[in-house]
Nanobody, 125 residues
Framework: QVQLVESGGGLVQAGGSLRLSCAASGRSFSTYGMGWFRQAPGKEREFVAVISWSGANTYYADSVKGRFAISRDNAKNMVYLQMNSLKPEDTAVYYC??????????????????WGQGTQVTVSS
């Protein structure tokens, strides 16, 4: 059984930074792409970033490109999302997720099978 647990959310002023962490349990973590998604109040969940199994490849939504950075530590079964220059529109619940298939780095929700419970990020203006 795979479990994903996010942490690191909180309240921050615009222009500030936060680092989200996602701890994964289960075997073969290092063979799956890992993604971050977010859901703002009244909106659908949207893709934020994805990292390949090795960490060599990353991809970002246009809205966060240049401000957010995704990384992973396969030795510790951890995925991170460093968020800089935060804006009020970044306010959302952030979720980490594991890709359904090994050695892929998908960007659509239906391509992920395990999700964390989410961590709230609130950016004040």
């Amino acid at each position: 059984q795979v479990q994903l647990v996010e942490s690191g959310g909180g309240l921050v002023q615009a222009g500030g930074s936060l680092r989200l962490s996602c701890a994964a349990s289960g075997r073969s973590f290092s063979t799956y792409g890992m993604g971050w998604f977010r859901q703002a109040p009244g909106k659908e969940r949207e893709f934020v970033a994805v990292i390949s199994w090795s960490g060599a490849n990353t991809y970002y939504a246009d809205s966060v490109k240049g401000r957010f950075a995704i990384s992973r530590d396969n030795a510790k079964n951890m995925v991170y999302l460093q968020m800089n220059s935060l804006k009020p529109e970044d306010t959302a619940v952030y979720y980490c997720a594991r890709s359904k298939r090994t050695y892929t780095e998908p960007i659509f929700e239906h391509q992920y099978d395990y999700w964390g419970q989410g961590t709230q990020v609130t950016v004040s203006s």
